[in-house]
């Protein structure tokens, strides 16, 4: 299974949105962009390659990397009761990740926003996966990802 990601049109032979003809390198289409920031977002904070590349093939699953997406066949609901799944972890009750956003001030259809989110539970103590088993501390642990 491959779960690259062809940002500049290289593999599939599609070079119209590369740096070759002088064009952009930015990604045009809704799904690479996000492609983008996520791989963007997590390399500056350190990340490997391959374990971004495992988030972003949880986020096409769970998504398909798209930040405004509401679970399939779901009500469309901000209750914190709910069981509604929302955004590109399809974060469940979706009124988390709204309640997040609200604190913050932001948007909560924001990718940022919801990138911020994931790795405030996966760094912090009482986070998600909380305990002493936190990303941070294997981190400090192995002073890698």
Not at 15 to 39: C, E, F, I, M, R
């Amino acid at each position: 299974m491959d779960f690259s990601y062809d940002f500049d049109g290289t593999l599939l032979g599609d070079q119209s949105n590369s740096n070759n003809g002088g064009g952009s390198d930015t990604p045009t289409d809704a799904l690479h962009q996000h492609a983008k920031q996520v791989y963007d977002y997590f390399n500056k904070k350190g990340l490997s390659d391959a374990a971004i590349c495992g988030i972003l093939a949880n986020f096409q699953h769970e998504s398909g990397i798209n930040p405004d997406q509401w679970q399939i066949g779901m009500p469309h609901t901000w209750s914190m009761s709910s069981s509604t799944g929302y955004g590109i972890a399809q974060f469940t009750p979706a009124g988390k990740i709204k309640a997040y956003a609200d604190k913050v001030g932001k948007a909560v259809s924001d990718i940022n926003t919801q990138l911020d989110y994931v790795w405030s539970q996966i760094t912090a103590t009482g986070g998600f996966y909380g305990g002493s088993k936190t990303l941070g501390s294997v981190w400090k642990q192995n002073n890698r990802v």
